[in-house]
């Protein structure tokens, strides 16, 4: 048996910022990954640039000092790009740096609970099954596995048919002409081919030509930390569930065989991506959206239309484009992505609804499928770590629950540590 103050499970952009929240706060904190790498989607999912914004002073500032190579502004607002490569080192080292017990290559396959309290966690470890316990958990599984292994409601995709955003696999191309080539940074990106042709009505002509494969219909393409390489954004597989191993496994198949196909087209087609070749790709595929873990409170559409504000907040003027892959098709699910305006998070949104002693952070807190295509973006993401860490710590310090704690002894502490929560 360990035991730790602070459990988090998921070595994500959520994950690692609760663990090092926590840990700053005093807690003995373990981090389980069940990859050999920190950082998730950033690291071994490929994608590139950091996207999103917060008020002032989250620990996101910390992150991308150490992290980010260059910035751009664009329609989707600050484009910080990493280098995924040097990523997986410099997390490792922040992470183990602030006292974090890290456990790699380690996934959390059950949970004990006492009551509606999460006790322990089961991890498949290198030496075998092993339990560990604390005083509280962070589900940072992205997937919401923590939380939904302890029983927790959630919710899955569009309301009406459930469809979730469809999932890519990201790549990088190396040997790209940087005196002609485009960046491209979405399908309302107006950038233009050197016969005035807009580079995004381009790309879905070659969709429906077959030049691309079905339902990409644009290849965005994204300057990375280096000069003459370009992170592409564009394979898509839709309808197949990555939480079911058939789902899992076909969407791999199909995604790995659509990258020859459009290095094929950037090669032929666009300018400075004559000679391009395939550098890299992620180790694993990206998935957008599953389980919305529901919480005591809800992110709701009107928040990021509005820019919600609750008394309870944790996360202050998050802000990112209302972001919805076409769950059904190519393109965006509302014809292009709509604008959103700076909004809080509640505490109440990292409460798993029924269950005590755990918080949800990044992809999947508790929004509608509207509001999640907004704060699932990674820099959001950092912030909901970073306020369920120090929850956390806190929570298991007190001896309450997080539930128990009140919220303003949290936005105390993330005050305390120069987060502006607009108060
Ligand atoms: C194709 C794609 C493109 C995107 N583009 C952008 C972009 O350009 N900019 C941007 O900012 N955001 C982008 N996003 C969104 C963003 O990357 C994710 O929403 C964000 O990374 C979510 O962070 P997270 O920490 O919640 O989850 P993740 O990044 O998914 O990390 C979860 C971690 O938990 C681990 N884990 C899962 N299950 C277990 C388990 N049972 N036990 C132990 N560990 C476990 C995983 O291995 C992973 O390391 C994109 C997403 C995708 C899929």
Redesign the pocket.
């Known amino acids: 048996m360990f035991d730790y103050d602070v459990i988090v499970?998921?070595?994500?952009?959520?994950?690692v910022a609760a663990a090092v929240a926590a840990a700053r706060q005093g807690a003995c904190t373990a981090l389980?990954?069940?990859?050999g790498i920190?950082?998730?989607?950033?690291t071994?999912?490929h994608?590139?640039?950091?996207?999103?914004s917060t008020s002032a002073g989250t620990i996101g500032e910390e992150l991308m000092g150490l992290l980010c190579h260059q910035q751009a502004t664009t329609r989707n607002g600050v484009e910080r790009s990493v280098d995924p490569e040097e990523a997986k080192g410099t997390l490792l080292r922040w992470v183990t740096d602030a006292g974090v017990d890290v456990w790699l290559q380690?996934?959390?396959?059950d949970v004990i609970r006492e009551g509606s309290r999460v006790a322990a966690v089961k991890v498949g470890a290198q030496d075998g099954v092993r339990t560990l316990t604390a005083g509280a958990f962070v589900d940072?599984?992205?997937?919401g596995?923590?939380a939904a292994l302890a029983g927790a409601e959630y919710r899955m995709g569009r309301e009406g048919d459930g469809l979730c955003q469809p999932?890519?696999l990201?790549f990088t191309v190396d040997q790209v002409d940087e005196r002609t080539a485009i960046t491209c940074w979405g399908g309302t990106d107006p950038v233009t081919l050197p016969d005035g042709v807009r580079y995004a009505d381009f790309c879905r002509q070659m969709e429906q030509v077959g030049e691309l494969p079905a339902h990409v219909s644009i290849v965005r393409l994204?300057r990375t930390a280096l000069p003459g390489e370009r992170c592409v954004?564009a394979t898509q597989v839709n309808g197949q569930n990555p939480l079911t191993r058939e789902g899992l496994l076909a969407a791999e198949l199909e995604l790995r065989s659509q990258i020859p196909q459009v290095v094929a087209f950037l090669r032929k087609y666009v300018p400075g991506f004559e000679r391009c070749a395939l550098k890299s790709t992620g180790s694993t595929l990206?998935?957008?959206e599953t389980r919305r873990i529901q919480g005591d409170a809800i992110v709701n559409d009107t928040d990021v239309e509005t820019g919600g504000r609750y008394d309870d907040a944790v996360v202050h003027n998050a802000w990112f484009l209302i972001d919805i892959h076409n769950p059904a098709g190519g393109g965006q699910a509302e014809g292009h992505s709509q604008l959103a305006v700076p909004y809080d998070i509640p505490y109440g949104a990292l409460l798993p609804k029924g269950i005590d002693g755990l918080l949800t952070?990044?992809?999947?807190i508790s929004g509608t499928h509207r509001a999640h295509a907004s704060y699932?973006?990674?820099?959001v993401?950092f912030a909901t770590?970073q306020a369920a860490g120090v929850a956390a710590a806190l929570s298991a310090r007190e001896k309450l629950t997080p539930r128990q704690l009140p919220a303003s002894a949290v936005q105390e502490a993330l005050m305390r540590i120069g987060v502006d929560l607009g108060r």
């Open positions: 499970a998921g070595g994500g952009p959520a994950g389980l990954e069940r990859y920190l950082g998730g989607m950033l071994s999912g994608v590139n640039p950091v996207l999103g380690t996934p959390v396959v940072a599984t992205g997937d596995m923590l999932t890519s990201e994204h954004n990206g998935v957008r952070c990044g992809r999947c699932r973006v990674m820099y993401c770590g």
